[in-house]
C-alpha cells in the first residue's frame, strides 16, 4: 500500500514536472551531421543521447531526494520523454513543409507577455534556477510555438462546434453547480470561453490519430542500440 501511494505520489509529480519542463527546458534539435551520439532521427532533424539524458537527469532531480526512484516510474519518464521529442521533430518537420513559421515579432509579443506575469526579477531567477539562458530558453519558445501553430493550422479546419455541443458543455461543467466560467457575468464572454473549451477538447481528441498518421509520413530512427542500453543502466 506505501508502495503504491508513493507510485502515484510520483506519477503525479513527474506530470506537473513534464508540463513546466515543457515551459522552460530547452531541447537540441539539429540538422546535418552531429559529432554526438544520435538518439531519434527524424528526416534530417535529430535528438542527441546527451539531450535525452540531460532531460531525464533534470525531470528526476525534481522528485523528493530522500526516496529512491522506483525502476518502473523512471522508464515511465524515459519512455515519456523519447515520445514527446519524437512527436516535437515531427511537427518541426511538418512546420518545415508547410512553410511555417514564427516572427520575431510574434515572439516578443509572447516573451513580454510571459515577463508580465512574473514579478521583478523573479523570470531572470527562475531561468537561472533552471540553468537555462535566455537565449536558450528563447529559441525553445519559438519551437514551441511553432508547434502549437501547426497542430492549429492542421487541426482548426476538422473542428466544428454545434449549438448543442455548446449547451451540453455548459450544463455538464457549469449548470449543475451555478457557477460560471472565470466568473464572467457577460454572456457573450461566457459563450466565447465554452466555446474554446469545447475547441480545445476536440483538438485533443484528434491530436492522437492525426499524429498517428503523421508518423507514418516521415523516415523515423530510434538508435535501437543507445536506448537498450539507456534502459538496461540499473
Not at 49 to 76: C, H, Q, S, Y
Request: aromatic letters at 6%; charged letters at 30%.
Amino acid at each position: 500500500m506505501q508502495h503504491r501511494h508513493w507510485r502515484h505520489r510520483c506519477l503525479g509529480i513527474l506530470g506537473a514536472i513534464l508540463v513546466a519542463w515543457a515551459g522552460f527546458l530547452g531541447c537540441s534539435e539539429s540538422k546535418g551531421p552531429v559529432s554526438q551520439e544520435v538518439l531519434i532521427q527524424v528526416n534530417d532533424s535529430v535528438v542527441t543521447v546527451e539531450t535525452f539524458e540531460r532531460m531525464v537527469r533534470e525531470t528526476t532531480n525534481d522528485f523528493p531526494k530522500d526516496m529512491d526512484m522506483d525502476p518502473g516510474i523512471l522508464a515511465e519518464i524515459q519512455v515519456r520523454i523519447l515520445n514527446q521529442l519524437t512527436e516535437r521533430l515531427i511537427l518541426i518537420e511538418r512546420a518545415g513543409e508547410l512553410n511555417l513559421q514564427i516572427s520575431d515579432a510574434e515572439l516578443e509579443e509572447v516573451i513580454a507577455s510571459i515577463k508580465a506575469d512574473y514579478p521583478k526579477g523573479e523570470f531572470d531567477r527562475v531561468l537561472l534556477e533552471q540553468a537555462v539562458s535566455f537565449q536558450q530558453w528563447k529559441n525553445d519558445l519559438r519551437i514551441r510555438l511553432l508547434m502549437v501553430k501547426v497542430v492549429d493550422h492542421e487541426l482548426e479546419p476538422r473542428i466544428q462546434i454545434t449549438p448543442e455541443e455548446i449547451s451540453s458543455y455548459y450544463e455538464k461543467h457549469y449548470g449543475a453547480s451555478g457557477s460560471e466560467p472565470d466568473k464572467q457575468k457577460d454572456d457573450s464572454n461566457i459563450d466565447a470561453i465554452i466555446v474554446q473549451q469545447v475547441r480545445n477538447s476536440k483538438k485533443e481528441a484528434l491530436y492522437r490519430e492525426w499524429m498517428t498518421t503523421l508518423e507514418k509520413q516521415y523516415t523515423l530512427k530510434v538508435n535501437q542500440v543507445a536506448w537498450d542500453r539507456i534502459v538496461s543502466r540499473p
